[in-house]
């Protein structure tokens, strides 16, 4: 199987496609066709488990890698060392919705779903591809990615990452666990400016063509671990799959029954993968994609329009603070098609906006409806939520959960992907339980611990005690004047 750019151009390998991140034209990579899976592959994915699960899966995608080798990748990835709780369980909040926790790695964020194995299946491509150069990582990140990166790339050999957080775009607990990354390969830069602009200033640092020659005279090229990366979307299809197999394996559905799906969404990889899943034959309904008030993609999916000129707001739900959702693209492309799928980039990099043909966008809405959550709502969600059921979820699973109620129309059995451990957001978390939210977190997760009955995960315990690495902050003019002071260090 080979991997075309979203915007037409060059056929690619899974490993070269993983290894560039993004595709010379600007595009993403996408396979040329999707496998598909019949109702007796997900019965026998069912017997497996998780890791196991997963290898198969990637091999459908990753033709040039073996199954021997994803297999040995993923009970790496996946093992309970990183994942104690298991790496995908689901709580169930009462009879219609599944509550699909994303967030048991080392990070306590979804993104170590991914981020746990892609940086074992960029080192391979490496080698598969001939590369004789370091792989130097950029992520631009509101948040978790950027620590799920640093945890994933350190100290993988012939690799170095290099992670932008907006210096006011990121919980305290987000920034101390990028400041305090250990690793030899690692360095954190904050930015003045909001996630917008440092994914911006990241993109303009991978489209300069001389600057990546001097990088390569010095045996370094750039890449990614964003969403935008093949390597990254490919492991997250794999547990809405999984988490199918669960819930039929466990008898809260029948074979072949049809479930809804909710995710909450920024940059649109997670939904994504779901509807790659769909598309491959999963028995999923309507996807729900749950944004908080910066909602652009609910207006889009409501009405065909992307208009990212709007105010930006910084919420309690920051890992979905976004108005260019990347991932989108890749949906545009199964839709509409590369030529159309270019127009609209070129038109959202010129006026900020574009507007699909009546077709396309009967076609989207056909799989998706948007639905969003005011800050308000988000609070009143994780208080309910925890008076009802004692389960207690994070700010962006509240967005989710509100969405999905918002959304309910019949009995039909809801899946809610929870992205964060509750701990992650601990002051918002705690006003929405109307306990005391002054003072630092490790306080803060106390109280939490204490009223809520539920564990601190390890992880998140030990990071204020950690010895803070990185102290730079500079402006998005001088992102690329680090980077290649950081690369002196690498070579
Ligand atoms: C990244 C992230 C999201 C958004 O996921 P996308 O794939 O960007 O849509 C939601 N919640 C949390 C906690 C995240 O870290």
Redesign the pocket.
Known sequence: MLYKSTRGGERVTSAVAIKNGIASDGGLYMPEALPSLSENDIKSLSLLSYPERAAKILSLFLEDYTLEELSRDCKSAYSPKSFPNGAAPIAYLGEDTGVLEL?HGPTC???DMALQIMPRLLSRALTKTGETRKALILVAT????GK?ALEGFRDVERTGIMVFFPANGVSRAQKRQMITQEGSNVNVCAIRGNFDDAQTGVKNIFADTEFAEELSKKGVFLSSAN?INWGRLAP?IVYYISAYCDMQKSGKIASGELIDIC???????????AYIAKKMGMPFRRLICASNINNVLTDFIRSGTYDRNRVFHTTM?P??D?LI???LERLLYLTAGEQKCAEYMKSLSKLGKYTVEGDVLLKIQKDFEGFFCTEEECLATIGRTFETYGYLV????A??LHSAEAARKDGTKMLV?S??SPY??APFVARALGICDKGEDPEIFERISKYTKTEIPSPLSSVFSKEIRFEKNVDIGSMKDAVRDFTKSLV
């Open positions: 967030w964020a979804f993104k509101s948040g978790d990615t799920a969403s997250q995710v909450p969404t920024g940059n649109f990889g997670n939904i994504l993968a739900s890992s979905m976004i959702s990347s991932n994070d700010t962006h699973t967005v989710a992907a992205t964060a992650k957001f």
